[in-house]
């Protein structure tokens, strides 16, 4: 919008109160606001002119200083000592033009200050100089209000930093993700929130762009750990976008992604689960084995394998019913995974009824006394099997194998010595242990058939 048009705008809407005890300036002065178009009213006294500013808001306020009682500085004080009106200019009129005079109302809080008598060129001059400086005022004043809302209500939280990695501002969105109080992170550094290597990273890019601003590129967006007050993590997303006003600063958006990440772990952690058992499935446990494999070749201990396969289990869903066989293998993995205590032990259901177990750093006699154990609790919890010829309850047969890995060797192997073990215990009457041990001639014989 060019001048002459905010002028004419500034004209055509804005408020004027006249404030004079002589009726010859308050006529005078009223004609020529009119005719400039604007809206006017008029007061002869101090008490008066307080009154009608605090009802209609005038835009501007032409005061005089001398009126008997309330003088115009007295008028001034109270206009500037009250919220409704201090906001509202005010040009004193005044035939006292000395210099005390002139900056006593300065001191008060008055814009301008026109001597009388009045040239009415000038006064119409500025009037609309002042009102032209309010109306650009009052929009930098809405522009910063309206700013200020959308930042207060960003569901992202903001962070401005300076150079040095302080904090400058955190709009509220950033204090709640973060569990702080308003302004408590104002002075605090990055260095208090993120990793120490992620905070240098962002502290060497600080201090590139300040060096060069034209050259260094924005730094993007990345996923970032930050330190939340109550001392836990929050995973965020980070995008940093650096500004330059006489220094240089760096806005940055948060993003919280921590239910992404939830979905994305609950997601990641049902492919790793068996639906109906909710133990480790197939293929976790095959990652599982490979990592656990590379391990062990590295350190030289011993690997065993666990191999575990429900007797008679057809019998028992052809008998009871597959909701019950369904409930029967609930109770088996619940037991078996009883007995993986350690980050590197594992039950999983590996298909069917049969189970499987890896007892990483074990030997072969620690193995067997495992999988003893295992049998004994599945035959302790006494699930009723009415066609079982082994036994009148749930059983299982079990071969134990295990293996100091080395590179000529493969979990195949290992795997297939286990399920022979496992054969062995269910031609040997079902509900025992049999095991295969590392170096002992069975396990050598299977590796020959694996690799023949």
Known sequence: MNSGSLSYATRRDAAILIVDDAPENLGALRKLMVEQGYQTFVATSGERALKIARRVHPDLILLDIMMPGMDGYETCRQLKSNAAT?????IFM?????????????DLGAVDYISKPLRMPEVCARVRTQLQIRSRSETHEEQAERLRTIVNNMAEGL??????GRIQFTNPACDKYLGYQAEELAGSTISEL???LVAQEYLDYFERYAAAPQTAHNHGTREVIIRHRNGSSVCMDLTLTPMYLRQPLFIGLLHDITHHKQSEDTLLRAAMVD????????????????????????????????????????LYNDTLGHPAGDACLQQVAQAIASHALRPTDLAARYGGEEFVLLFAETDGDSAYLLAESIRAHIESL???????????????????????????????????AADRAMYVAKEGGRNQVQATKTGGASLAAVKALVMR
């Open 86 to 90: 201090q906001r509202i200019p005010v």
């Open 94 to 106: 005044s035939g006292r033009t000395g210099t005390e005079d002139v900056v006593a109302g300065f």
């Open 275 to 314: 639906p109906l058992t909710k133990i480790a499935n197939r293929r976790h446990f095959d990652t599982f084995l490979e990592k656990e494999w590379q391990r062990a070749m590295r350190s030289g201990q011993p690997l065993s394998l666990v191999v575990l396969d429900v007797d008679h289990f057809k």
């Open 382 to 416: 006494q699930i009723p099997h009415p066609r079982s010829t082994t036994s009148a309850w749930l059983t299982v047969s079990i071969g134990v194998a295990t293996i100091h890995p080395h590179q000529l060797d493969n979990t195949e192997s290992l795997f297939v």
């Open 194 to 196: 993120l990793n120490p």
């Open 159 to 164: 962070l401005i930093i300076e150079a040095d």
